[in-house]
């Protein structure tokens, strides 16, 4: 009944927000622009956070129409390069002349949409020809189209791979770190000609028993059948995919909030009060990136479960017992892919030697194809957002990446 639970209290919600809506606007035609303090703009700021007290199940836009390379502007246009019932691979087109290093950059599935990496896309643009895998809300998604399991994830890498062409290169962010050092060793175990020429791994699980953080510690303490009764729940009729086993978003931003909940009810006490001074510009920071937050996709449940048994239980790939189409999983194969690894000081989702570790499993490597930074004073989204991610760490993602092209 869970999801049934959320849906009945969203629909009692959607006509509380449509009268903010209408109030808001009712209001707003009143101050006519003023943006001084009053009794009513004041009104107007409880009913904007009134109208946003919701959360949305479609993919945010990604919003770059165009780049600057060089000293021109240039168009940027999103295509679908593959397209499968759970991903589509998207390609920023750009409107240049010159080849660039083709990057494949692999979003986390863990509750949100792939455009929480809209900034590290819009960053990596400028010097490279990007594609991003692009995952689907699994409740949109039909039953018949079948399961999506943990190793139907790393067939998506691979598959994507294949589809971009020899050459290409890796960044993976959190979660998927795992599944891209997968890919990259079955790709490298079965001489696959598309295996990629670098590989960089960013605040990613690779071993959690290393510093586990409070995310590992909940993972590890409950049982899977724990998991699957309290958390997986059934896609409502209304949806295309009605009758599927997922893990809803909703649970996994509930947890995400859990963790620091005073920062975000600090957030929106300071959206309050610059809405009702005036102060746009911050109140609209604010906005952008609760827009984003609170957009949520559901995780097919093989692949939630199957990730939280792999990764955050068995620790599978780093005690060289995950197996991939009945073949062992081994990163020892990997002899030709540079290898990169960037963790946080700071990051209490994916510790610090978590991600690390990916350096102790890919034994084959020469040193020379071996890199490793750990960003000081930054938590897990400083890794692949905001201004340490632009200045300090991308230039040397950039560097392996023309070291290896």
């Known amino acids: 009944m869970l999801y049934q639970a959320y849906q009945a209290q969203s629909d009692i919600m959607g006509p509380v927000r449509a009268f903010a809506g209408m109030a808001l606007e009712n209001i707003g035609q009143k101050l006519n622009g003023s943006a001084r303090p009053s009794a009513l703009s ?4 409880a009913y904007e956070l009134i109208t946003r007290a919701g959360l949305t ?11 600057t390379v060089g000293n021109r502007e240039v168009a940027v246009t999103e295509e679908a390069a593959d397209v499968t019932p759970f991903a589509t691979l998207r390609h920023f087109k750009k409107d240049i002349d010159q080849a660039q290093p083709r990057v494949l950059l692999i979003a986390p599935l863990s509750g949100h949409f792939a455009t929480l990496l809209r900034a590290t896309v819009k960053t990596m643009l400028v010097e490279h020809d990007v594609y991003i895998t692009d995952w689907h809300n699994a409740r949109d998604v039909p039953l018949s189209d079948g399961p999506f399991s943990f190793n139907d994830y790393t067939a ?3 598959r994507f791979l294949e589809k971009i062409g020899p050459g290409a290169h890796m960044v ?14 079955v790709m490298a175990q079965r001489d696959n000609p598309a295996q990629p020429r670098s590989m960089t791994l960013m605040a990613g699980p690779i071993d959690t028993r290393v510093n586990p953080t409070k995310v590992n510690e909940l993972a590890k303490g409950k049982p899977m059948d724990w998991f699957e009764k309290k958390l997986i729940a059934t896609v409502p009729a209304r949806y295309p995919g009605a009758g599927r086993r997922v ?8 947890a995400f909030m859990s963790m620091n909940m005073e920062r975000h009810l600090k957030a929106h006490r300071e959206l309050y009060e610059n809405l ?7 109140a609209a920071t604010t906005k952008a990136f609760y827009d984003e937050y609170f957009a949520v ?3 097919a ?43 946080g000081e700071k990051d209490d989702i994916c510790a610090v030697g978590q991600t690390l570790a990916a350096h102790d499993l890919c034994t084959s490597l020469r040193p020379y194809r071996k890199r490793h930074h750990m960003q000081a004073g930054v938590g897990h989204y400083g890794v692949f957002s905001g201004r340490t991610w632009q200045n300090q760490i991308y230039p040397m993602v950039k560097n392996v990446i023309l070291q290896s092209d």
Do not use: W
């Not at 962010?173 to 599944?179: I, R």
């Open 156 to 158: 998506h890498i691979i």
């Open 247 to 254: 893990y809803p978003g909703f649970v996994q931003l509930a």
């Open 297 to 299: 996709l559901d995780l």
């Open 172 to 185: 993976a962010v959190c979660q998927p770190c795992v599944s891209a050092l997968v890919a990259a060793s």
């Open 57 to 67: 199940h479609t993919r945010p836009p990604y919003g770059i129409d165009s780049i």
């Open 301 to 343: 449940s093989e692949f939630y479960l199957e990730t939280v048994k792999l990764v955050f239980q068995d620790h599978a790939l780093p005690l060289g017992q995950l197996t991939y189409e009945n073949d062992k999983v081994d990163p020892a194969a990997i002899k030709r892919t540079m290898l990169f690894t960037v963790e």
């Open 276 to 282: 009702a001074n005036g102060n746009l510009e911050k």
């Open 42 to 45: 004041n009104l107007t700021a």
